[in-house]
């Protein structure tokens, strides 16, 4: 984000900032304590929960990622109990209004502080008051019940579906993952504005699922990890920054791949296999690709191998010509077959161009079986900018970054200044799918930017298998498998 962005940001929050501070000030001073407390981080969290009558430990919950903002939305709660702010309404308007309706509060001569909310005094002198009618009791759990569903999508797990072949079949179409937002450290929504539970789209309508007049700057709460090259990665899928849809960057499609790349890596990838700073990466051991497969004439493919092997994507061609995608078990069962006479992988030959792979640039010969070398850029490095280079990292710096770029003849101007050079502020990633023969990834697109991360896909809970011709389509040998 650049600094015009982030001085807007905090010129919009500072004056919000401020009136929750006069609010809790003036309330503080209703019940009896200095104002000045409320100018405290922390202590002024400790002094409400005096005021409220709830012990001091809870403070220690607040450094826990995701138990202090329910711990923190209590704590308020309790605390504007204590002046008689009891309905649902208020309750709401004291966590999503605060800055409008704690000064107002604390304004208002009629607001007084009616002692500890959480004593049984309290409950036994406003015990009317504080009775719940059914509707509320009813209206209250679905509340909590879609905030504490929310946090925890949003903080700690999210279930997942796999949607296409691309990693195939490391994992298969109809498998149902949970995937950790705590090892990568959750992502706080940059668009917070949105319908809960939906994505992008609303089910049914089909209209937007979020306001995008409101967003915030990237930032991530601490992980257990950084993403390693071999993780299972569910990420928002970066195209869709561009026309027609321009969705902010957390609203975004989701695209589950494996990282083959790391920041600062230098990644080549011949005949198909992936080489990491002049290294062969390991190959997913049950990923797919495309094999040519030549049977014995008069021989055809039964539905039953078809479905033992796992064959896909099959194209016929003769009687004894196919093309399809396997696995290396497939493909060496398969030529332990005595009807079939040629098994060999369908690599693409070196040098040979494909417009549609990475950069889309004449100067790079490069196709899906071979490219690169390239190197994946890093948060502070620094790339020389020239004819060659640009093609490769004009999108980080442009739509990513958020610079203008502009080439006229020879000059390159960033943001209005002549550069020769740019230094990187995020981390980058190079993701391919375990079917290599049928997978859009960064072959295509290129890098996924650090702020696209969504999490670590962990294990599958259910995989339910609509192609296969039992009556029992669950695949019970996947049930809670971990994925590697």
């Known amino acids: 984000m650049n600094i015009a962005f982030y001085a807007g940001f905090y010129l919009i929050t500072a004056p919000l900032l401020i009136l929750i501070t006069i609010g809790f000030w003036k309330l503080f001073q209703k019940a009896g304590r200095p104002g000045w407390e409320a100018l ?162 609303m089910p049914l309508t089909g209209t937007k699922a979020y306001w995008d007049g409101i967003k915030l700057p990237y930032f991530r709460l601490p992980g257990l990890s950084e993403v390693k090259k071999g993780d299972v990665v569910v990420f928002n899928y970066p195209m869709d920054a561009d026309s027609p849809l321009y969705r902010p960057v957390d609203k975004r499609e989701n695209y589950i791949k494996r990282c083959q790349g790391t920041p600062g890596d230098t990644l080549s990838l011949i005949d198909a296999q992936v080489y990491i700073n002049g290294n062969a990466a390991n190959t997913p051991r049950h990923g797919e690709m495309e094999y040519a497969v030549k049977t014995a004439a008069g021989n055809n493919f039964n539905r039953q ?49 494909d417009p549609e792979i990475f950069p889309h640039d004449s100067h790079y010969h490069w196709n899906v079986d071979n490219l690169g070398p390239i190197i994946i850029p890093k948060k502070g490095w620094t790339v020389k900018l020239d004819s060659l280079t640009l093609p490769l990292y004009r999108r980080a710096i442009e739509v990513y970054e958020n610079n203008k770029l502009e080439v006229t003849g020879n000059n390159i101007t960033i943001n209005g200044k002549k550069a020769n050079q740019y230094t990187f502020k995020l981390n980058y990633y190079w993701m391919m799918g375990d079917n290599r023969h049928n997978s859009e990834d960064s072959r295509f697109w290129g890098f996924v930017p650090e702020d696209h991360i969504v999490g670590k896909a962990l294990f599958i809970w259910m995989s339910w298998d609509v192609t296969s011709p039992s009556a029992n389509k669950i695949r019970w040998s996947r049930l809670f498998r971990a994925i590697n």
């Open 40 to 201: 405290i981080p922390i202590y002024n969290s400790y002094i409400m929960l005096k005021i409220s009558g709830r012990p001091w430990w809870l403070l220690l919950l607040l450094v826990l990622p995701g138990i202090n903002i329910i711990v923190a939305a209590g704590i308020i709660v309790d605390f504007v109990k204590s002046y008689g702010k009891i309905s649902v309404g208020q309750l709401a308007s004291a966590i999503l209004l605060p800055f409008i309706y704690l000064p107002l509060w604390g304004f208002d001569k009629q607001t007084r502080y009616l002692g500890p909310s959480a004593s049984a005094e309290f409950h036994e002198k406003y015990q009317k008051e504080l009775k719940k009618s059914s509707a509320r009791e009813w209206t209250e759990a679905v509340v909590f019940a879609i905030v504490a569903a929310t946090l925890i999508r949003m903080l700690f797990i999210e279930a997942y579906v796999i949607p296409s072949a691309s990693m195939e079949s490391s994992l298969l179409i109809g498998d149902y993952l949970f995937v950790s937002k705590v090892n990568y450290g959750a992502r706080i929504p940059m668009t917070p504005v949105a319908f809960p539970f939906a994505h992008h789209t």
């Open 305 to 353: 191998i078809i479905h033992e092997l796992h064959l896909s994507d099959i194209q016929q061609f003769t009687n004894q010509d196919y093309l399809m995608n396997m696995t290396v078990q497939s493909a060496e069962v398969l030529k332990g077959d005595a009807n079939i006479k040629v098994v060999r992988p369908n690599i693409g030959l070196r040098g040979v161009y």
